[in-house]
Structure formats: C-alpha cells, structure tokens
C-alpha cells in the first residue's frame, strides 16, 4: 500500500520560510513532485524531482523553492523562502504525477 504523508505546513509571516517534508512508504519512487491548491482555484503544479536529482519548477517558484530527496529515507522536502500571501494553499505531495499517488495535504497560510 503507497502512503503519502506530509508535515511542516502552518502559518507564517509574508518573507518567511517554511520546510515541508513527504515520506513516502510502499513503492520504490521515480519522479516526486509538490502541487498546491488555492481556494477557488486549480491544483498547479510547484516542483518535482527524480530519483537521479533532476528539478523542475513552475515559474513563479524559482528562486524562492527548493525541492530535495534524500532516496535512503524514501522522503522529498520542499524548502520555501521569501514566502508571499499568494503562496497560501494547500501543499500537496505526488508521486507519479496527476493519475499517480497523492498525500494528504498540508495547508501553508501566509498572513500578517
């Protein structure tokens, strides 16, 4: 049975930072990635990784999220900086892309 499981979503102050973190248990992953979800809006997609390290990032990403894997503990981060209110959603983690496997979710709000 794939699980998904995600932590380091909450609040923070616009500017901020927040580490998210996905250990990933009952499959042997490729290609892992990070989405989100606003309210009132479309699940986008934010980052993903494969296995050998090779990153991709939406535009309005770069240079703020960090996307890593550590392979030994089956587990992706996503390091977010300089954090905005529109960057409030919740953050979920992928396997497999959109017909693949998905985590809970984890909110992240940016507010004053």
């Known amino acids: 049975q794939v699980q998904l499981v995600e932590s380091g979503g909450g609040l923070v102050q616009p500017g901020g930072s927040l580490r998210l973190s996905c250990a990933a248990s009952?499959?042997?992953?490729?290609?892992m990635g990070w989405y989100r979800q606003a309210p009132g809006k479309q699940r986008e997609l934010v980052a993903t990784?494969?296995?050998?390290?090779?990153?991709n990032y939406a535009d309005s990403m770069k240079g703020r999220f960090t996307i890593s894997r550590d392979n030994a503990k089956n587990t992706v981060y996503l390091q977010m900086n300089s954090l905005k209110p529109e960057d409030t959603a919740v953050y979920y983690c992928n396997i497999g892309g959109t017909g693949g496997y998905w985590g809970q979710g984890t909110q992240v709000t940016v507010s004053a």
């Open positions: 009952g499959i042997i992953f490729s290609t």
């Open positions: 990784i494969t296995r050998s390290f090779s990153t």
